[in-house]
């Protein structure tokens, strides 16, 4: 596609339910990221993604959070037993390599009640 | 849309005036900067790139200033439009490592 696509846009979750993100990075992006923002913050670095590999997941706030990318396109970020501060907007951007050309998508907005 | 602006640093102009955003960096050994626009319900959008050999970069409307000795980035916007009204971030990124830091950003709003 055009761009990165995220889904859904938004997302209310019970405390203590599943949910998972899909995001669509650019066609023939190699690199996909995951970035997590809260509220009248920058975005913080999640987890990183070569073609199907994950090189970094250094920044998954705990172990309810799990992402994959089994085919190198489509990526799907897991979180399990949701709680109320892992409300924010989740954002993924791709690029054809590392270092450069970073487009994000429109994120999705999670709020758990 | 979401007020962010309760937390930001915010700066207002009024249209046709020229813009000014700041931001002090954290890594004196990143070498790779980038301003990003954000909308309220977008992601972020690439406005422009610098490399640390390098003081100063323009693009459309856009310049960007680098001062390395004392970790300074600063965004220039000319002739402000009503569209330009959004939350800047600066980031950086160190040698070959691929994730971004973004620093804390700043509302502008523009008034026509």
């Known amino acids: 596609g055009a761009g990165v696509s995220q889904s859904p846009r938004y997302k209310v979750a019970k405390r203590g339910q599943d949910v998972a993100l899909r995001c669509d990075p650019i066609s023939g992006h190699v690199s996909l990221f995951w970035y997590q923002q809260a509220l009248g913050q920058g975005p913080e670095f999640l987890t990183y993604f070569q073609n199907e590999a994950q090189l970094d997941k250094s920044g998954l706030p705990s172990d309810r959070f799990f992402a994959e990318r089994p085919e190198g396109s489509v990526s799907t970020l897991k979180i399990q037993r949701t709680q109320q501060e892992d409300s924010a907007v989740y954002l993924c951007?791709?690029?054809?390599?590392?270092?450069?050309?970073?487009?994000f998508g429109s994120g999705t907005r999670l709020t758990v009640v | 849309g979401e007020n962010v602006g309760l937390h930001l640093p915010t700066l207002s102009v009024q249209e046709g005036d020229n813009s000014i955003i700041n931001c002090a960096y954290s890594n004196s050994a990143s070498d790779y900067f980038i301003w990003y626009k954000q909308e309220s319900g977008k992601g972020p959008q690439f406005i422009i790139d610098i490399r640390s050999n390098m003081d100063k970069r323009q693009g459309q409307r856009v310049t960007v200033l680098l001062n390395k000795t004392v970790k300074h980035l600063s965004l220039q916007i000319a002739a402000t439009q009503p569209g330009d009204s959004a939350v800047y971030f600066c980031?950086?990124?160190?040698?070959?490592?691929?994730?971004?830091?973004f620093g804390k950003g700043t509302l502008l709003t523009v008034n026509p």
């Open positions: 980031a950086e990124i160190l040698g070959s490592n691929y994730k971004l830091t």
């Open positions: 951007a791709s690029s054809p390599g590392q270092n450069y050309g970073y487009t």
